[in-house]
């Protein structure tokens, strides 16, 4: 049977908080609002913070193999879900957000890509260990809610 590897799924998440990153750092460098780039870097360090928990779950978590309802179930889903995952090319992205062209249009590409990060965490969490890892996704999965709700809140303001 054919079975993700949950460490590399650990990993991308990792991977995904790290270029979340440089992706708010490279928004707070292009916005004109004071405000907005402040929060920005609000957010980038948020997400380097979730990346240090994602490396410390790496580091206390032990073999793990989620159960499937058919051979390659995961791994299938798994190699599918990552491929549409935008931030994890991070080259890709800080050029996509270097042609931001307004204040509004940075805050709706960020919104995009955290409503498409806190899908990937929700799916996450269901293919982790039980236990403080769990907690671990879910206290991440409120986080990136918090910043939806917080780029959503931007936004009507400058509308």
Do not use: C, W
Request: charged letters at 35%; aromatic letters at 8%; glycine letters at 2%.
């Amino acid at each position: 049977m054919s079975i993700i590897n949950v460490r590399e799924l650990i990993r991308s998440a990792k991977r995904d908080e790290d270029v979340g990153a440089a992706f708010y750092e490279k928004l707070a460098e292009i916005v004109e609002d004071p405000e907005l780039r402040s929060r920005f870097l609000k957010i980038r360090e948020q997400e380097l913070d979730h990346s240090k928990r994602f490396q410390q779950m790496l580091e206390e978590m032990s073999d793990y193999t989620p159960q499937e309802e058919y051979a390659g179930q995961y791994e299938k889903y798994y190699n599918s879900f990552l491929s549409k995952h935008e931030y994890l090319q991070e080259k890709d992205t800080i050029e996509k957000a270097e042609k931001v062209g307004s204040d509004i249009e940075a805050i709706k590409f960020a919104l995009a890509q955290e409503k498409d990060t806190l899908l990937f965490f929700i799916e996450m969490q269901k293919m982790v260990p039980s236990g403080q890892n769990v907690d671990l996704v879910q206290a991440v999965i409120d986080e990136e809610r918090a910043h939806v709700a917080d780029l959503s809140e931007m936004l009507v303001a400058r509308m």
